[in-house]
T-cell receptor, first 116, second 112 residues
Framework: AQKVTQAQTEISVVEKEDVTLDCVYE???????LFWYKQPPSGELVFLIR??????QNEISGRYSWNFQKSTSSFNFTITASQVVDSAVYFC?????????????FGQGTRLTINP | GAGVSQSPSNKVTEKGKDVELRCDPI?????LYWYRQRLGQGLEFLIY????????KSGLPSDRFSAERTGESVSTLTIQRTQQEDSAVYLC??????????FGPGTRLTVL
């Protein structure tokens, strides 16, 4: 069975601090996809990134970066120089690859609060 | 282009009533998903549609829940004889040829 664990329920930092959100996953599939979504107070899930299991290159997009390590089954998300607009609930998710349903298995989410 | 839309945005109903929630996927997306998000929780998969194939209903929590989809367009999630534990946000997502699901704004259901 697939499982995603986000151990940090809530994180609160002061604006401009760097913050890392942890994500650990479990799967028996050799090929899979990992995702991060942002859920701002409005409630809509916003797609941030998708990562293939065979691509362990770290990715940077502006102030956002992702560290994928298969050896520790982790896919951590770092926000550099955080801003108040980054305040949201962040979800890590996992799906099978291939022709199946590719349903997403979500972690419980991390509520990030950036204080001015 | 337009994203996934859902209606209504909010629904308040009395215990025992039936409710219908609607999802309009992104045009051209063949796959459609329903998820449920209880307060303070992650999302739980409910049902998946892909083209004309039989839907994957493995996530539906009880036989009070059902869903339909007409071709590759609109989907309706129906909850019969609603219970208070059905109170949640119901989110719809659609996916095209890639592996990324794009979500709608959700329907917040409150069962009194």
């Amino acid at each position: 069975a697939q499982k995603v664990t986000q151990a940090q329920t809530e994180i609160s930092v002061v604006e401009k601090e760097d913050v890392t959100l942890d994500c650990v996953y479990e799967t028996r599939d050799t090929t899979y996809y990992l995702f991060w979504y942002k859920q701002p107070p409005s409630g809509e899930l916003v797609f941030l990134i998708r990562r293939n299991s065979f691509d362990e290159q770290n990715e940077i997009s502006g102030r956002y970066s992702w560290n994928f390590q298969k050896s520790t089954s982790s896919f951590n998300f770092t926000i550099t120089a955080s801003q108040v607009v980054d305040s949201a609930v962040y979800f890590c998710a996992l799906s099978e690859a291939g022709r199946g349903a590719q349903k997403l298995v979500f972690g419980q989410g991390t509520r990030l609060t950036i204080n001015p | 282009g337009a994203g996934v839309s859902q209606s209504p945005s909010n629904k308040v109903t009395e215990k025992g009533k039936d409710v219908e929630l609607r999802c309009d996927p992104i045009s051209g997306h063949t796959a459609l998903y329903w998820y449920r998000q209880r307060l303070g929780q992650g999302l739980e998969f409910l049902i998946y549609f892909q083209g004309n194939s039989a839907p994957d209903k493995s996530g539906l929590p009880s036989d009070r829940f059902s869903a339909e989809r007409t071709g590759e367009s609109v989907s309706t999630l129906t909850i019969q004889r609603t219970q208070q534990e059905d109170s949640a946000v119901y989110l719809c997502a659609s996916r095209g040829g890639h592996y990324t699901q794009y979500f709608g704004p959700g329907t917040r259901l409150t069962v009194l």
